[in-house]
């Protein structure tokens, strides 16, 4: 039964919107393998790929309201004043905005930063560009998410990528959101903005690896004492 439990408390879940895709991809494999049969250990290795990719493991969130959390895992790409898209309605001052780029080996599930209501949430299509460059947070496809907290309002933008074709979000306006709590998810390949008010003062720098539902971005006010996690 021990052995049991370890094997099960090592298998990442996987979420259960990448199941049609690795059905697809492992369907893929056995008819590449029927054709020839090397290309079917090819096809395992990109369906095994796929189920990493759509990956859902649990995370210890920090309980701090006055902590912002990474909502995506992957590299800060981005710590500046910026102002922030109309749709949003967080005026036409420059902001503090956070970006998180997500590679294709990056965890592609989407946490939220802080706890709060959703006050709208707004989708506007747009082009593919790598995520990584600056000019993605206007061109590209995107969805917006405005947080009401006590702190004030917070914006979160899920921006597709030179690969990801689909943004996918669940939640809805005038809904409660917690630090860390699954909201949304990329397809392969993205950037995550957060947009903060004055009062943030930013905890990462470029470059640095971001873990979704861990990584402390920003924080309000003073510096506290250690917190409080939650498994989510």
């Not at 709208?120 to 061109?139: C, H, I, P, Q, T």
Request: glycine share 8%.
């Amino acid at each position: 039964m021990s052995l049991f439990n370890t094997v099960r408390n090592t298998i990442v879940p996987v979420h259960k919107e990448g199941y049609p895709f690795i059905a697809a991809f492992f369907v893929a494999s056995l008819v590449l393998g029927w054709i020839f049969k090397p290309l079917f250990w090819i096809g395992l290795i990109l369906t095994l790929w796929c189920a990493y990719f759509f990956r859902d493991p649990e995370r210890m969130t920090p309980q701090d309201d006055d902590l912002v959390i990474s909502p995506a895992d992957g590299k800060v790409s981005s710590v500046q004043m910026v102002v922030p898209p109309a749709e949003l309605s967080l005026g036409s001052e420059p902001l503090l905005r956070i970006s998180v780029f997500m590679n294709v080996f990056n965890c592609h599930v989407n946490r939220s930063p802080v706890r709060g209501r959703i006050v709208s949430v707004n989708y506007r299509s747009g082009s593919f560009v790598n995520a990584e460059l600056d000019k993605a947070s206007e061109d590209n496809e995107r969805n917006g998410l405005v947080i009401e907290t006590k702190h004030g309002q917070i914006g979160v933008v899920q921006i597709a990528g030179l690969v990801a074709r689909r943004i996918l979000c669940w939640a809805n306006p005038n809904e409660p959101l917690d630090a860390g709590e699954r909201f949304g998810l990329i397809r392969f390949g993205s950037r995550l903005d957060v947009f903060l008010p004055a009062s943030a003062a930013p905890r990462v720098t470029l470059g640095q690896t971001a873990i979704a539902g861990e990584t402390v971005l920003a924080e309000f006010g003073a510096a506290k004492g250690p917190v409080v996690s939650r498994r989510s």
